[in-house]
Every structure is written in structure tokens, then in C-alpha cells.
């Protein structure tokens, strides 16, 4: 579970500074270059154990995960599923490095397993918390092939056959994500493309105990 999230540690555009992790070794085929021992008199061969590689500590995770914080639902073919959720008060504030954000983090997966189109605006969703916060829009993220986190979109239209999976990230203004209890969140779906007007509607208001 700890891997939906673990993107979002190296950067999230708006809200988590870049986190780059290079490495540089020396080839080891140069060893093979030093004088060798004429055939003649040959060394007495000794054993040698491979030098062991130091472990790596772990990069720090900011998050707090609610495995408990699950919901799903189908609505005439499309499943929308909330598969985890995630709580920082360590997220690197962009402007002031020495500051940190409070950040909620909800990872959703959308599958039409239809042959129609639907169209959802959860690009728009609202989060309401239990600390008296309603924030309009997230951040909507997702990793690219490096691991590293990019800006992206999971609401809209969404064609016959196709899946779309994303982070919704929220910056909380007014409280810590630690004193967060439970969360709201509302958004909208319908069948039909986004200008299809008369297309069967369902407004989600879905409720999460955290703690």
C-alpha cells in the first residue's frame, strides 16, 4: 500500500520539493589492468570474500496510510474505486524549504467496462475534512517511468475500455493532517461525453473514518 504513495516523497509540483537520487561507480573492469604474475611463478591464491555493500537507509516516507479508508462502487458499468488513503504534515514547502505543508493524499482507480463513454469531474473534487476544511480542487498526480511524480488529470471523459488511475492531493490550509479524523469527498459522473447533456447523472458524496 505504502507504494501508491511513495512516489509523492520525491515530488509533488506544487506542494514537494524534488527529491534526485544519481549514483556513480568506477568500472570495475579496470581492475583487470594491473601487472599480472608471469606464469612461471604464479601467486599463491588466496581467498577472498566480496566486500559487502553498505545498506541503504530507507528514504524517509512522509505519509501515514489508513488501510481501513477503502470504498468502491459501479455505476452502469463504470467502478470507481478509492484504494488508499494518506496523511503528511512533512511535505517541503516550495517557497520556504525550512516550512512544511499539511497534505492529504487519496489514490483512485476509474474502469469502464463498457462500450459507452462517461465523463466525471473528479479533477473538481471537493474534500471536506473533519477539521472544518473544504478545499475545491487537488493536485492530481501520478508516476512516471522514473518513479517520480507528474502532473496528470482522471477526471473528463472516459472512453469504452479504458482505465485511469491518480493520486488526488489537497493542501490543508487551516489544520494539521495528524488531527484529521475523517474525510468527505464529493464529484459528479455521467454517461455520454461532456457535452451530452441529457445523460443519466449520480452525484457521490463519500464519507471515510480514518481514525
Request: negative net charge; aromatic residues 8%; glycine residues 6%.
Amino acid at each position: 500500500m505504502k507504494r501508491r504513495f511513495k512516489f509523492l516523497t520525491h515530488l509533488v509540483p506544487l506542494f514537494v520539493l524534488a527529491i534526485i537520487t544519481s549514483g556513480c561507480g568506477s568500472d570495475s573492469s579496470k581492475a583487470a589492468n594491473s601487472p599480472s604474475t608471469p606464469e612461471s611463478t604464479p601467486a599463491p591464491s588466496a581467498t577472498v570474500s566480496p566486500t559487502p555493500k553498505p545498506t541503504e537507509e530507507p528514504e524517509d516516507d512522509i505519509w501515514t496510510y489508513y488501510d481501513n479508508a477503502k470504498w468502491e462502487d459501479n455505476f452502469k458499468g463504470l467502478k470507481s474505486e478509492i484504494v488508499s488513503v494518506g496523511l503528511s504534515d512533512k511535505a517541503p514547502n516550495l517557497e520556504d524549504s525550512s516550512k512544511t505543508v499539511p497534505l492529504v493524499g487519496v489514490y483512485l482507480s476509474l474502469e469502464n467496462t463498457t462500450d459507452k463513454t462517461f465523463t466525471t469531474d473528479l479533477d473538481f473534487t471537493r474534500l471536506v475534512t473533519s477539521t472544518g476544511e473544504q478545499l475545491e480542487r487537488p493536485q492530481v498526480v501520478e508516476p512516471d517511468a522514473n518513479g517520480k511524480s507528474r502532473s496528470s488529470t482522471i477526471g473528463g471523459e472516459i472512453e469504452k475500455g479504458v482505465k485511469k488511475e491518480a493520486t488526488l492531493v489537497w493542501e490543508l490550509k487551516k489544520s494539521k493532517a495528524e488531527d484529521v479524523d475523517w474525510i468527505k469527498l464529493k464529484w459528479k459522473v455521467h454517461t455520454g461525453g461532456e457535452d451530452d447533456m441529457d445523460g443519466e447523472r449520480k452525484t457521490y458524496e463519500v464519507e471515510l473514518k480514518l481514525k
